[in-house]
Structures are given as structure tokens and as C-alpha cells.
């Protein structure tokens, strides 16, 4: 197992550095001058320009720029914003944020999303699981903004229970309604694949194996069954916390969140550089470690898989 | 729903291969497909869903004939004049006008057309692109597979919005090839995974390993024997990729980022469903049946008698009969065996003692099973399951898939002791421990935490047995339990069964079809065909001078050393179809002696005379010319 870790984290370095490098490619070398941007429609001073050029590694070459952005990371340096922000203060009021709507959403799909799948699976075809199946699909077709427009509609617009966005960020309480939008669409997911691994499993000799040693019904289900049938949705659930922590761009603009989503949707239409590329880059280790840890939970519940 | 010319590409790829010949897989799998299809065109909802994929690529095609309104055109006075007219179909102000007074309805008619082009075009491509380099890495291996592999975890690392946006940011005006050229850069690596995986699977097939050594060019064994083998998982994902590129196409545009005029798409386009399997009722709720109380148990009757059972199965095609009037009992110490094909009913007729057949489709719908005198038919579910497990155990052929992979089978034999008699964890694992001991597993105590696929087959099927046995039960039945193991094990564990049958008094049903199996073990045989007991006998006697054309058959099909040099018999013909059992004796159409009456009645089971009209105990034979098969 320490050797599978050890292997696995040695992986991720290559891994590290080229998704890192690709961001910073697409970033810097696509056209688009974002320091002529900054001046919006006046006419930029080009004396001005060069010299804020220079101060950000702009006019050198690609790969120059990259490796002194690198130098600079390791040594726990993110880089300043054309704004004269460093970028890892920005980080540090938006990813709190995230990380609490990130949380709630998890939970929200987690716990009802299996609640839904372990009881339309057990009962196939009955009402309750009819309506899950429609429910789901429904969820799943309609983008989500689309689904955050409605709630916004519903819940602030006609009922008046919450404001239409958050006003302060910070509060959990208002954060609810964009958590749930934001977990919706993968509680559908969470939802169908409980339900289709249940499905499966049930008709799995084992289970049979169960009803013949005169097991009831609950230890049946707790024991043999549930354990089974969870291992393709924990791996699920694994990889979607570590999307949700990058953020969610759609929800977090139309519930106005200031979280991690909101500050690169500002930075990438403002192609702020720095911004952009140390987000991303946290968000690259998020996904890296993220996987990771589902790979190694995926041994923990299955017995069969053991990783030397 | 899934495209319906993807579906049917899907279905016929393989098909065109068929030419080369030397691949049975592909033989398997163009009648897989040609038969998938043709239950999907049945199928109402997939008619209905393809329909409305196709009625969304037509207005694709031609949104000119749904409206002859330009969505462009607005005024502005309008939005506040009109009002939506729903009853006003395929009209301007059919859904109303937006904010610039534009028709919706004819910006939801032309946004389809972008929606079907960004989904359709970036799914070719990232199909294309994964396709070749997922079949490069996946085929080739080493290095190629390297450099292809870190790349696209590369690329997994980007979130697709959000490398969207990046690169849409770039193009200062922006069409809808932008919004492709985006989508397919960044997802090409998801198919590059599903073609690798794939093609890894099919690489190893026996016929491409023949097509080699035929002699077949590299780009001929991919274009022509992986390529359509290869390619099915990544035509399902592309199905369902469809549907999110068209729903990250409308985000973008959402953000502003994509197309303009595209903005106010609505959500009115089908998606595709997560393909799920084909459903059958499941069978928790339903092992169980019956709800009256039971009477006291009548001490001195057989262990267990199954009396005129008849059981169905209610499929799609029809009614098919499975087990058509069985009887039969067991006492305490004795080995029943009961012999046949599949298909013969003999594992139905187990599995509705055990009260674990799947009903529905399955059904009972005559007879009695009595366990010392009671009906278990008429048992509380409660009740029943308390028999379960300590009266009555149940062996499963396949052990590896009988025992649950992710407990150790400390765990799963202990849990007999908890459930059933309220034992502690350490009782119980001091029990297991035990019983492990009993069957002979070396090491039981080191191997108690093991997992069952740690375990050789021999060993698993031990355990199996073990479990069977832990509770001391009156009845254990075995169904086929040595078929899953080589030879030389299949007779140690027949070996230990017998022994732990003899020493704990059991009564034994062991279901087979294999004869060599029963030969040294069973008190007595009853031969089963067409879900009907066509004969039974103490073994000797049925080995010695069968009474029934069926059980000579199969005597005659053992192969013999005495008789070296000659062909192997085999009874010509094969086990009816259960739907449509042939009139009279269902075994007729293979039999070498059959008479018109064979052809026209159903024989009874009758009771079988010696050359002297003396009875032979135990011995019945179901065949109209018992006498002449006997004695001739």
C-alpha cells in the first residue's frame, strides 16, 4: 500500500506540471492583450504598457515565464493580480466560501441521493421509484442555470423566503438554496447509480446465498447488499467533492457567492493572467489529491482490490 | 435516448465484418446486436424517444418549415403588447416575445439548429480524435501508451467549462466553430480513455491472437478486427456525451461566452437517459409468500416430501413450465439424488424448497413441500426464514460468486451464529474458526479475515459447505456443488460432504447432471426431464438395468474404459423448449423406441414389476413401455 501511494503521488508530478504548463499556454500565448485590456477603451500609454509588462514577465518568452512562475510557486509565491492583489489573498477570501457551498451540496446529494437510490432500486417499479426515475431525468436535461433561475423564482420571487442572492457570503444560512441547486444535479446522478448498483447486486448470488442462510431482510440489506452496492457511488461521490471544490461558475454568479467560481469567471473575461493560472493550479492539486484518495478508498471498500 | 443512427451502427458494424471469418466473437456479436435492435424497434419509448431526436434534427436541418418568423427581427414593442397565445401553434407569439421582441418561438426553433450542430459535430470529433489515439495507446502499449496516457490525465485536470472559457475568451468574434473547435480540444481525452480500455480488452480476444497468426497486417488487425469489436463502449459514451456537450454549449452561451444569439436557449431538448440496464423485478420481496400460521411438527413423517409441485415462469414469450407434478422425500441420512439437463427443472425444484426462486417471474402454482409434515408453502414469511439457513441449508455451485466478495469469510460464517442464535463477535469467530478447522481448510485460524477470492476454488466451495453446515440442519441441498472444480477436488469435496452427512445424520439432496458424481454417494436417484421425474430408483439398481429410454441414454453416454476405440453415444436431439413441450411423453422426439401413444399421453409414473410381476422397491419409471426397456 505505501509503495501503491508513493508510485501514485510520483504519477502526479508530470501530471502537476503539465496541466499546469497547458493553463498557463492558454492563458498567456492565445491572442488578447490583457494589458491593453486593463485600459479599457482608452488609449493605453505605451511607455506605461512595457513597464507593466516587464513587471509581470509579459515580454518574455513563453517558457521563461513559465518557469519563473513555477520558481516563484514553490516558494509559496501565487504571483500578484494586474490589480496589485497578491493572488493568494484573493484565494484566501474565496476558497472559504467555496469550501462551504462546496460541503453543503456534498452532503445535500449525498445523503438524499442515496436515501432516493437505495429506495427506488429496493422497490423497482413502484410509485416511489417511478418518481425518482422522473424527478432525476428531469434534473439531469434542464442546464443549471435554467434550474437556479427557478429556484430564484420560486423560493425568493414568490414565496419571499430567502433573498434572490446571497448578500454575505459568509452566512451559511443563505447559502442553502444555492448549495442545493449547486448538488442537484449530481444527487440525480448519485440517485440513478445507487439505484441501477442496487438493481445489480440484488440479483447477485451472494444475495441469494444470504436469503438461503435464513438472514432477515435488514441484515440482508445493511450488511450484504448496501456494502456492495456503494462502491461505484463512493467513487462518485469522491470525484465529485473534488469538482465542487473548483468551484461552481454558473451558480455561484447567478447566486452572486463570492466564492472560487465567481473570482475566475471575473479573472478569465478580464484575462487576468495570475488570477486565472494560480486558481487553476490549486484546483489541478484539488483534483490530483481527489483522485488519489478515491483510489484509495475504492480498496478500502472492496477487498479484492489491493494495491502493491 | 440514445441516436437512433448511432444504435443502429452500433448493431451493424460488427455485422459487415463477418466476411473474415476465422471470429466467433464477431459471429456473437452481430447476433447480440442485430437481436438488440430489433427488441428496441418493440420497445415504444425508445420509438417515441428516437422520433423526437429525429424530429430535432430536421428542425436542425430545416428550421425554415417550423416558422417563417426571422428570430433576429424584433420590436421592441411587442414584449410589452403580446402576450403569449398558446393555443397559437407554430405561431410568432406561440411562447410569447422576449425582452427585444423577438418571436420566442422562432429563437427556440433556429438555437435547436445550434444545439444539434455543436452536439453532433464536437461529438464526432472527440470520437475521432479519442478514437485513433485511445487505439494507438491501448494497442501498441509501452511508451505510446505513456505519453497518450499522461496526457489525457493531463487534460483531466482541466474542468471543461472552465478550459472553455479560457479558449473562448481568446477568438474575438466568435461562431459556432469556436464553441466546437473548444469543446472537442478539450474532450477528446475522455474517449481517448473508453477506446483504450476497450481496445486493451479486445486485444487480448482469441481471434485477433488467430488473425496474427494468419498473418495479418497491423493496420488490418485494428481497421478490421478491433476497430468494430472496440468500438461499442465508446459509441455508448458518445451517446451520452451528445447531451452534454449541447448542455455546456447553452452554459456557455449562458455565460455570454458563446454564441449571442444563441442566449435565451430554453431547456426543450431531450437528453439522453443514463443507459440502464434492462430491468427485472428484483427478487428481495419476493422469496417470500405465504402468511399463514403453522401447525405443531409431526415427528415420525419423512424429512421433507415435495408433493405434486408445479412451478411457472411467466416470461415475455409465454408461459414456460418448469416443473410439471414433482414428488419426492428424503429422510434423515439419506442422499437423494436427482439428475438432468438443464432445463429439467431440478435447480426450480431446489430453489422453491429452499423458498429463493424469483417470483415473480416464477410461480407455484401447485403442490405442497413438507418439512416434517408442514407445508412450507404455507408458512409465514418469518417462519420460513427461521428454517432457512438452520433446518434446511443450501451448497450454491459457483462459491465465488455465492459468497460475498467484500466480507471475509470469518465474517460470513460467523454471522450464521449470530443471527440465528444471538452469538457474540468472538463466539462467532471462535466458531467459524472452527468449522474452517472441520472442513479441512489449513490455517484456519490465519485465514479467518480473508476475503472469499483469496481462496482457491476448492477451498471457497469448502467454506460454502461450512456455512451449510453450521447450524447443524436436518436437510442440506446441494446444487451441482463440484461443477465449478477440476476433477481431483470435485472428488475430495464430494469425499467431505458425504463424510459430514453420514456423521451428523442429514438428509442430503444433491442435484446434478453428471453421473460419475452420484454413482458413489446417493441412496437413490430420481432422473428428471422436461421439469417431470421420469424415474426413480435406489442407484444400483438404476445403474445396473435402467427402466426408463431417457436414463438408458444417458448410462449409455458415460464413457466407458471397457470400451475403447468405439464412438461416444449421445441421445440425438436436444431438452425441449419449456414453452412448447411436446405432446405425450416429452421425451418422445429423441426417443429411439417411441409409439404413437408416446406421441399422444403423458405417461404415469409407474410402479415397476420384475420378470416375476414382483415390485421392485423404490422404483417407478415414467415411460409407456417400462416393461420392454426393463426386461428387453
Request: net charge positive.
Amino acid at each position: 500500500m505505501g509503495s501503491y501511494v508513493l508510485r501514485r503521488v510520483l504519477q502526479m508530478i508530470p501530471v502537476f506540471f503539465g496541466t499546469t504548463l497547458l493553463i498557463f499556454l492558454m492563458v498567456y500565448s492565445l491572442p488578447g492583450d490583457p494589458v491593453a485590456a486593463l485600459f479599457g477603451e482608452k488609449a493605453a500609454d505605451p511607455a506605461v504598457v512595457a513597464s507593466i509588462k516587464h513587471k509581470y514577465f509579459l515580454d518574455q518568452p513563453i517558457w521563461k515565464q513559465y518557469l519563473h512562475y513555477m520558481g516563484n510557486l514553490f516558494q509559496g509565491d501565487f504571483g500578484t493580480s494586474f490589480t496589485g492583489r497578491p493572488v493568494a489573498d484573493i484565494m484566501a477570501d474565496a476558497f472559504p466560501v467555496t469550501i462551504r457551498l462546496a460541503l453543503m451540496a456534498f452532503v445535500f446529494e449525498m445523503v438524499l441521493g442515496l436515501a432516493l437510490g437505495v429506495v427506488s432500486g429496493l422497490r423497482r417499479g413502484s410509485i416511489a421509484d417511478t418518481l425518482v426515475l422522473i424527478m432525476t431525468l428531469v434534473v439531469i436535461s434542464i442546464p443549471v442555470f435554467v434550474l437556479a433561475y427557478i429556484a430564484q423564482t420560486v423560493f425568493a420571487t414568490n414565496l419571499g423566503w430567502v433573498t434572490p442572492t446571497v448578500q454575505d457570503s459568509y452566512d451559511l444560512s443563505q447559502l442553502i438554496l444555492p448549495a442545493i441547486v449547486l448538488g442537484s444535479l449530481s444527487l440525480a446522478f448519485v440517485a440513478r447509480l445507487t439505484r441501477t448498483s442496487i438493481g445489480e447486486n440484488l440479483r447477485a448470488d451472494y444475495i441469494r446465498t444470504a436469503v438461503a442462510k435464513g438472514l432477515p431482510r435488514r441484515t440482508i440489506i445493511t450488511r450484504h447488499l448496501l456494502r456492495n452496492s456503494l462502491i461505484p457511488v463512493v467513487t462518485f461521490l469522491g470525484t465529485d467533492l473534488g469538482a465542487l471544490m473548483g468551484g461552481a461558475i454558473v451558480t455561484e454568479g447567478i447566486f452572486n457567492v463570492q466564492g472560487i467560481g465567481n473570482v475566475l469567471y471575473r479573472a478569465i473575461n478580464q484575462k487576468e493572467g495570475p488570477t486565472v493560472v494560480g486558481i487553476v493550479t490549486v484546483l489541478v492539486i484539488v483534483y490530483l489529491v481527489a483522485s488519489l484518495l478515491v483510489d484509495l478508498l475504492y480498496a478500502v471498500l472492496d477487498p479484492r482490490i489491493r494495491y502493491a | 435516448m440514445p441516436d437512433l443512427t448511432d444504435k443502429k451502427t452500433a448493431g451493424e458494424i460488427p455485422a459487415q465484418r463477418t466476411e473474415t471469418g476465422a471470429a466467433p466473437k464477431q459471429e456473437k456479436a452481430r447476433s447480440l446486436g442485430s437481436d438488440a435492435w430489433h427488441d428496441l424497434r418493440r420497445k415504444p419509448i425508445f420509438v417515441i424517444s428516437a422520433l423526437l431526436i429525429l424530429l430535432l434534427i430536421v428542425i436542425a436541418i430545416a428550421p425554415g418549415l417550423f416558422t417563417s418568423v426571422d428570430p433576429r427581427a424584433g420590436d421592441l414593442r411587442l414584449h410589452y403588447l403580446t402576450k403569449p397565445n398558446y393555443s397559437h401553434f407554430f405561431e410568432a407569439d406561440w411562447f410569447g416575445y422576449d425582452l427585444q421582441g423577438r418571436s420566442i418561438y422562432a429563437r427556440v426553433v433556429y438555437g435547436a439548429r445550434a444545439s444539434v450542430v455543436v452536439g453532433i459535430t464536437v461529438t464526432l470529433g472527440v470520437t475521432i480524435l479519442g478514437g485513433i489515439t485511445g487505439m494507438l495507446a491501448g494497442y501498441f502499449g509501452g511508451w505510446i501508451d505513456t505519453i497518450i496516457s499522461r496526457v489525457t490525465d493531463i487534460f483531466f485536470g482541466i474542468p471543461l467549462l472552465l478550459g472553455a472559457l479560457v479558449i473562448l475568451n481568446a477568438f474575438t468574434s466568435r461562431t459556432i466553430w469556436s464553441v466546437v473547435f473548444a469543446l472537442v480540444a478539450l474532450g477528446w481525452t475522455q474517449m481517448t480513455r473508453v477506446m483504450r480500455g476497450s481496445v486493451i480488452t479486445v486485444k487480448q480476444a482469441d481471434f485477433v491472437t488467430a488473425a496474427k497468426a494468419l498473418g495479418a497486417g497491423t493496420t488490418r488487425i485494428l481497421w478490421k478486427h478491433i476497430l468494430p469489436n472496440a468500438i461499442a463502449p465508446v459509441i455508448v459514451v458518445a451517446t451520452i456525451a451528445l447531451g452534454g456537450y449541447i448542455a455546456t454549449e447553452a452554459t456557455l452561451s449562458f455565460l455570454g461566452i458563446g454564441l449571442h444569439h444563441a442566449r435565451r436557449r430554453g431547456a426543450r431538448r431531450p437528453r439522453p437517459e443514463a443507459p440502464l440496464r434492462e430491468e427485472v423485478t428484483t427478487p428481495m420481496t419476493t422469496v417470500i409468500e405465504n402468511d399463514q400460521k403453522s401447525d405443531r411438527l409431526d415427528v415420525g413423517t419423512p424429512l421433507l416430501e415435495v408433493k405434486d409441485l408445479h412451478v411457472e415462469f411467466h416470461t415475455r414469450d409465454g408461459i414456460a413450465k418448469a416443473v410439471n407434478g414433482v414428488n419426492y422425500s428424503v429422510a434423515a441420512g439419506e442422499t437423494l439424488a436427482v439428475l438432468g439437463e438443464s432445463g429439467s427443472g431440478k435447480s426450480v425444484t431446489a430453489q422453491t424448497i429452499m423458498g429463493i426462486l424469483d417470483m415473480p417471474p416464477g410461480k407455484v402454482t401447485q403442490g405442497e413441500i413438507l418439512y416434517r409434515g408442514q407445508d412450507m408453502l404455507k408458512m409465514s414469511n418469518e417462519d420460513r426464514r427461521k428454517i432457512r439457513g438452520r433446518k434446511i441449508a443450501m451448497i450454491f455451485q459457483d462459491a465465488l460468486s455465492a459468497l460475498n466478495p467484500v466480507l471475509s469469510v470469518g465474517y460470513q460464517l460467523g454471522e450464521m451464529f449470530r443471527v440465528h442464535q444471538g452469538a457474540s463477535k468472538a463466539e462467532a469467530k471462535a466458531k467459524a474458526i472452527e468449522l474452517m478447522d472441520r472442513v479441512r481448510i489449513p490455517a484456519a485460524k490465519q485465514r479467518v479475515n480473508d476475503y472469499p477470492h483469496q481462496f482457491s476454488g476448492g477451498m471457497r466451495q469448502r467454506i460454502m459447505i461450512a456455512m451449510a453446515l453450521s447450524l447443524q440442519p436436518d436437510l442440506i441441498i446441494a446444487d451441482e456443488p463440484t461443477t465449478a472444480l477440476d476433477v481431483t477436488v470435485q472428488a475430495q469435496v464430494m469425499d467431505l460432504l458425504a463424510e459430514l452427512q453420514a456423521e451428523y445424520n442429514m438428509g442430503l439432496i444433491l442435484i446434478t447432471h453428471d453421473l460419475g458424481v452420484v454413482a458413489d454417494v446417493a441412496d437413490k436417484i430420481a432422473v428428471m426431464y422436461a421439469g417431470r421425474i421420469v424415474e426413480t430408483a435406489p442407484v444400483h439398481d438404476l445403474y445396473a438395468n435402467p427402466a426408463h429410454p431417457y436414463t438408458k441414454g444417458l448410462l449409455r453416454s458415460i464413457p466407458r474404459l471397457d470400451q475403447k476405440g468405439q464412438d461416444l453415444y449421445a441421445i440425438k436431439g436436444l431438452p425441449p423448449n419449456l414453452l412448447k413441450v411436446p405432446a405425450g411423453c416429452a421425451f418422445n422426439p429423441r426417443c429411439d423406441v417411441a409409439t404413437d401413444l408416446c406421441r399422444t399421453e403423458i405417461p404415469a409414473l409407474h410402479h415397476v414389476t420384475d420378470k416375476d410381476g414382483k415390485e421392485l422397491t423404490g422404483r417407478r419409471s415414467a415411460c409407456h413401455l417400462w416393461k420392454e426397456t426393463l426386461h428387453g
